[in-house]
């Protein structure tokens, strides 16, 4: 799922219910005068005593950052460039550890925080705004302090070399991703094509290593015209292209971090075969061809997105890749286990979370031990003695972070039903006690068995926010709405 930050005054409606979900989350965690103190002063000009590197200018590079509409913390910019064999990625990473002194009041906020977390009516970010939305954001036209990844990228997708450098950068423009899916001018359709080239590449490459992805549309709290809706919204060509940017970077870290025997992995342990054969039962008794000879990520590229029967089978699916952690390690240190396998089960291959340091702050840590390999020197005391805890830390936030956000679905999906306690709805049943109904894409518990796969009709018995909406099973249903089905255009995605 994901929730947009809204100001307006229906994501104001909610916010009785955020603020009772915060706070029995344990995500209200302030910031103190010292750690905002600490923001505000990290805008210097020279990097503090804790940073070992020169900083080059790369300024000259025409860098851009592609995000959602309206986003301030902005992680990520990149340039790309075709080659005799395939193309550079450059990959400008907002330099978080250049503003955070280790042990500092602003490191220890980060440490509480852990990640940021998102709500339809804010957003608590790991680092206050005025440096996370300000300073040290790569903001259009601010020359700002990054640490930028050269990842050379061949014709058929693979990984080869790397180079990792702390710089100036200056982005160009900020897009949005609706500007890439209509570029209006040349630059934008020569970027189009380009990331069009590299996402084919790196999915195929992935592939061929044994990785796949799930293509599960997401819910979306929105707001239009006052009022806050839910969408079911797949994600496009272009968000997937951008993203593989991120994905080779994180395996590129991997791979320089594993060479330097320091830092922190994002592992998964990969599907075994008694879960793929219960996957393959479960698609049998929801109708989803399976041949024996195919293999899972040929199935999901077979899959009619339409079916009824395919959501239901992905949701199946998502228990195939469970127990993703971030894990810290050190060749160095006999005291600390090595991790039992360095892969990601999903990815086919070892990967590390550098790209997001401004939301998630084990990245601060994972790219600096990167940077200290791809520089020749010694991986700072600061991150070999706080690995262990960022990992932790990490890991926490982004349980608490994930239970904010799923609660505050379930409440805006009360929020929107409230009016209609007692009406039918169509669905389409992903387990035996859980429906998704096709309009509006609520996601809710259902009292009564339904069958995982079938289009069902179900009654709304209650929607109490912050508490999400309950439904039943209507007895005698054959598969179809009547008429007090979801069928008016204003719950519409």
């Keep these: 799922m994901r929730i947009r930050h809204h100001a307006g005054a229906a994501a104001q ?32 000009e020279s990097d503090p005593a804790h940073i070992e590197d020169a900083r080059a200018d790369a300024t000259d590079i025409p860098f851009v950052t592609i995000d959602p509409p309206g986003a301030r913390d902005l992680d990520q910019a990149l340039h790309l460039e075709r080659t005799r064999d395939g193309h550079r990625l450059r990959y400008a990473i907002a330099d978080v550890a250049a503003h955070v002194t280790p042990g500092g009041a602003l490191d220890a906020l980060a440490h509480a925080r852990g990640s940021t977390v998102y709500c339809p009516d804010r957003r608590i970010g790991l680092h206050p705004p005025e440096m996370s939305e300000g300073h040290a954001s790569l903001l259009a036209q601010q020359r700002t302090k990054a640490v930028m990844w050269s990842v050379v990228i061949g014709g058929d997708g693979a990984l080869g070399d790397v180079s990792i450098e702390r710089v100036w950068v200056r982005s160009r ?143 199946a699916a998502t228990r195939l890749f469970r127990g993703a952690r971030w894990e810290p390690f050190d060749v160095h240190d006999p005291d600390l286990p090595q991790p039992d396998s360095t892969a990601h089960g999903a990815l086919g291959a070892a990967y ?115 508490d999400g909406p309950v439904f039943r099973r209507v007895e005698g249903d054959q598969g179809a709405a009547g008429p007090s089905s979801t069928s008016s255009s204003r719950w519409a995605p």
């Design 352 to 466: 590390a979370h550098v790209t997001a340091p401004l939301r998630r702050l084990a990245d601060r840590y994972a790219a600096e031990a990167a940077l200290a390999e791809a520089q020749g020197r010694d991986v700072p005391a600061w991150v070999r003695e706080g690995m262990v805890p960022a990992a932790a830390d990490t890991a926490t936030g982004a349980r608490r972070a994930s239970a904010v956000e799923r609660r505050c679905v379930d409440a805006v999906e009360s929020v929107v039903l409230a009016s209609r306690v007692g009406e039918a709805f169509e669905g389409v049943a992903l387990d035996d006690r859980t429906v998704q109904l096709l309009r509006p894409p609520v996601i809710a518990r259902c009292e009564g068995e339904v069958p995982p796969g079938d289009t069902v009709v179900v009654e709304l018995l209650r929607a109490e926010a912050p």
């Design 173 to 315: 423009r900020q897009l949005a991703y609706g500007d890439l899916e209509r570029p209006a001018d040349a630059a934008d359709k020569e970027l189009r094509a380009l990331l069009h080239d590299v996402g084919q590449a790196r999915r195929a490459a992935v592939r061929a290593q044994g990785g796949v992805t799930l293509p599960l549309p997401e819910q979306e709290v929105n707001e239009r015209d006052g009022r806050l809706y839910l969408d079911l919204r797949a994600g496009t060509a272009i968000e997937d292209d951008n993203a593989q940017l991120s994905l080779a970077t994180g395996m590129a870290a991997a791979r320089v971090m594993l060479a330097g025997g320091t830092g922190i992995l994002r592992t998964m342990p990969a599907a075994d075969d008694g879960a793929l054969e219960q996957l393959r039962r479960q698609a049998r008794a929801l109708g989803v061809a399976w041949p024996r000879e195919t293999t899972y990520a040929q199935l999901l590229d077979a899959l009619d997105p339409t079916a009824p029967s395919t959501l239901a089978f992905l949701t």
């Design 13 to 44: 409606s909610v916010a009785p219910h955020v603020e009772l979900i915060l706070a029995e989350e344990g995500a209200i965690i302030e910031a103190d005068d010292r750690a905002l103190d600490e923001a505000r002063d990290s805008a210097r």
